[in-house]
């Protein structure tokens, strides 16, 4: 079992950067990718970006391409967010997600507890 503990939400305006991170502990040897996810009020959790942990490749949902960027300490068992140009339709409960198999997003199955990013316009 992997433990992950969110922090860095927060409530900012639309055009601000935030930084999500993300602390693994636990059976950290079986995680093959870490990523991010969200989920607004109303809406099913939505895939963000998730990292290989190994080696280093990342990938990115389209509505944040370009404004998103996932990174990885290996020696901290620690993966960020970072995020920039924020709009309001950004504001979700953000997961950090672990995945002991692959990197698809049906193939995280380990989950932190959230943490809220709100934008406002």
């Known amino acids: 079992q992997v433990q992950l503990v969110e922090s860095g939400g927060g409530l900012v305006q639309a055009g601000d950067s935030l930084r999500l991170s993300c602390a693994a502990s636990g059976r950290i040897f079986g995680v093959r990718a870490m990523g991010w996810f969200r989920q607004a009020p109303g809406n099913e959790r939505e895939f963000v970006s998730a990292i290989r942990w190994n080696l280093g490749r990342t990938s990115y949902a389209d509505s944040v391409k370009g404004r998103f960027t996932i990174s990885g300490d290996n020696a901290k068992n620690t993966v960020y967010l970072q995020m920039n140009s924020l709009k309001p339709e950004d504001t979700a409960v953000y997961y950090c997600?672990?995945?002991?198999?692959?990197?698809?997003?049906?193939?995280?199955?380990?989950w932190g507890q959230g943490t809220q990013v709100t934008v406002s316009s």
């Open positions: 997600a672990a995945a002991s198999a692959g990197c698809a997003p049906t193939d995280f199955d380990s």
